[in-house]
């Protein structure tokens, strides 16, 4: 960090509910003053985020750092500030096409009218983000907004504390707060933030917190896009070679400590082969971290609660008769650091905690199976995962699993790198979540797709006013009602 980035103030604003209602409708007037920004307007705002993002990405991965303990600086910058520049990149590219108008048919009654299809912003839009992706899961959906010609007001997760003060005097160096505000705090702070009545709300977090923002929202009738969670299965074909499988549901697994909302949750391998893959699991995780307690690439678990949660998880599974495998070769003490060592489970039943939720964290049931069609009964009669991924360089085969499943991603072969694919979209299916934005469905979700349709001086309808017995009447019942 240079001495300049040292010396910058960390000061962040101090809000009440009050304070959020008078943002709110500040940035309401502004957006009515100038309701449809050009093209190049967007862009310009595009670069000054991207400038920011830069200029404090060194106090953007400290801070991210200290509110985890110790996060990798790989992940951040990879994971989080690398992903947010491609993507200002991406929007600055394609969003003058998009704000192009869609011409539209006109049927033959109609005629000579035009029809098309314009999109407009909608206005003030709501971020909520969560504590696990802090960067990427704010200034992520900050892009598509920005891009789409909104402004924005950003609830940062108050386990995000050191990170909300940092991008809070980022943004409000590269924006007026009429434009964009990032909001710290926590307890009456998040409750109000969901109950304002925005254009629209993305919120990013578990799946019980998001019923009750949608609930909130509801109070508005804003509409929500909601990214959550799940148990997000993966499955290994017979014909996979294991250890190239392990290597890449390891990287998927453990990115993060595992605290990913699209991390594999739990595995399905062919019967007889779970041995084969711990051993290939545990060398290949071996190489990646020879060590725990003192590897600042092994990213800690965020808090106390979260931690004692995934130990907790453990603990039911070891009652209830699961094997628990711990990839920790040295025996390392790491509570203090709240590490979590790479653990698979074997034994593993529906009955036990850690298959009824969202695990988020570097932990790994296995299960074995003989047919493929149980494997997609057992997924199908459970909560719609965020992704489903499947390793099998058959493509038939693949099909077939895809076909007859639903999940918000479909992975073949690959875990997680589709988050970070600026032109495909992300979201839920079912309880994993509704609306997507990534992509060009970033831009056209928090757009107004608004109908217009223009008449010329020529009013041919006049023609089929009632009475309803001309001729014409006739003709158009005879030609169009068969």
Known sequence: MNSQTKTMSMTPHSFNVQHLKEILEHQK????????PTAKDRIDRLARLKQVLVKYQDQMVEAINADYGNRSVGETKIGELLTCIEQVGYY??????????????????HQPAKAWV???????????????????????PLICALAAGNHAMIKISSASAHFGQVLENALSEAFPQELVTVINGGGAISDAFSHLPFDKIIFTGSTSVGKTVMAAAAENLVPVILELGGKSPAIIHPSMDMKDAAQRLAVGKLWNAGQTCVAPDYLFLPKGRAAEFIENFKTIVKGMYPYYHDNQDYTSIINDKQYNRLQNYLEDARTQGARIIEINPEQEQLE???KIAPTLLTGVTTEMEIMKNEIFGPILPIFEYDHIEDVIEFINRRPRPLALYYF????????YVAERTHSGHFGQNTVLTHVAQDDLPFGGVGASGMGKYHGPEGFFNLSHGRSMMSNPKLYSLKYILPPFNKPIHRLLYKTLLR
Not at 29 to 36: D, F, G, I, N, W
């Open 29 to 36: 007037l502004a957006y009515q003053r100038y309701p449809v």
């Open 92 to 109: 600055s590219k394609h969003l003058t096409e998009w704000m192009k108008p869609s011409k539209r048919h006109v049927s033959l009654i």
């Open 118 to 140: 314009q999109y407009q912003p909608l206005g003030v839009v709501g971020i909520i983000a969560p504590w696990n992706y802090p960067l990427l899961l704010s200034v992520g």
């Open 336 to 338: 203090d650091v709240r």
């Open 392 to 399: 099998d360089f058959d493509q038939s085969r693949a099909d």
